[in-house]
T-cell receptor, first 115, second 117 residues
Framework: AQSVSQHNHHVILSEAASLELGCNYS??????LFWYVQYPGQHLQLLLK??????LVKGIKGFEAEFIKSKFSFNLRKPSVQWSDTAEYFC?????????????FGKGTRLSVIA | ETGVTQTPRHLVMGMTNKKSLKCEQH?????MYWYKQSAKKPLELMFV???????ENNSVPSRFSPECPNSSHLFLHLHTLQPEDSALYLC????????????????FGQGTRLTVV
């Protein structure tokens, strides 16, 4: 079965600092990859997704992620964070070509951005 | 607003109560899911319905009973729960196309915060 590892449980950054959140997955086949964000008191929202093509994916709010197949990684990045980026970030994977494809999530990384 | 609506938003119930969580999606999707979100744990997939048939049950205790009467509605019936079942229960929907479509992202509701006392 596939699994997702997120290396950091809680990250604290100052505004304008650069962000990189790690995500590794375990699955031998082809996968679809996602980053979701959950702002305080709100629902999970999709930040970006990778299905195929350019491994560098641009998402909303200035986020991007790079799929490195050889490392089974899909790290999330943002060059300059804002206070409004304070949220919990979840990496998720689903195998392709496997019928019904529910998402498998990592434990999440809480990001706190301070002024 | 994501197109997935969950009610109630908050629920407090005793261990001997019976209650139900409701989820409704307005996106025309053919698959619906229940997830459990507990502190410091990954989101746990509980149940999957595709085309109104249950296709996955991840070793969930029988005190949780799902029901999917049609492709737009999903229920989670609760009875004789334990305090450790307190969590945020999330409903999601997606369009299941065997993972080939670019529309296989899941849309989530805001969740029901359940407290078992």
């Amino acid at each position: 079965a596939q699994s997702v590892s997120q290396h950091n449980h809680h990250v604290i950054l100052s505004e304008a600092a650069s962000l990189e959140l790690g995500c590794n997955y375990s699955y031998g086949g082809t996968v679809n990859l996602f980053w979701y964000v959950q702002y305080p008191g709100q629902h999970l929202q999709l930040l970006l997704k990778y299905f195929s093509g350019d491994p560098l994916v641009k998402g909303i709010k200035g986020f991007e992620a790079e799929f490195i197949k050889s490392k089974f990684s899909f790290n999330l990045r943002k060059p300059s964070v804002q206070w409004s980026d304070t949220a919990e970030y979840f990496c998720a994977v689903t195998p392709r070509n496997s019928g019904n494809t529910p998402l498998v999530f990592g434990k999440g990384t809480r990001l706190s951005v301070i002024a | 607003e994501t197109g997935v609506t969950q009610t109630p938003r908050h629920l407090v119930m005793g261990m001997t109560n019976k209650k139900s969580l409701k989820c409704e999606q307005h996106l025309g999707h053919n698959a619906m899911y229940w997830y459990k979100q507990s502190a410091k744990k990954p989101l746990e997939l509980m149940f999957v319905y595709s085309l109104e048939e249950r296709v996955e049950n991840n070793s969930v205790p029988s005190r949780f009973s799902p029901e999917c009467p049609n492709s737009s509605h999903l229920f989670l019936h609760l009875h004789t729960l334990q305090p450790e079942d307190s969590a945020l229960y999330l409903c999601a929907s997606s369009q299941d196309n065997n993972g080939l479509s670019r529309d296989t992202e899941a849309f989530f509701g805001q969740g029901t915060r359940l407290t078992v006392v």
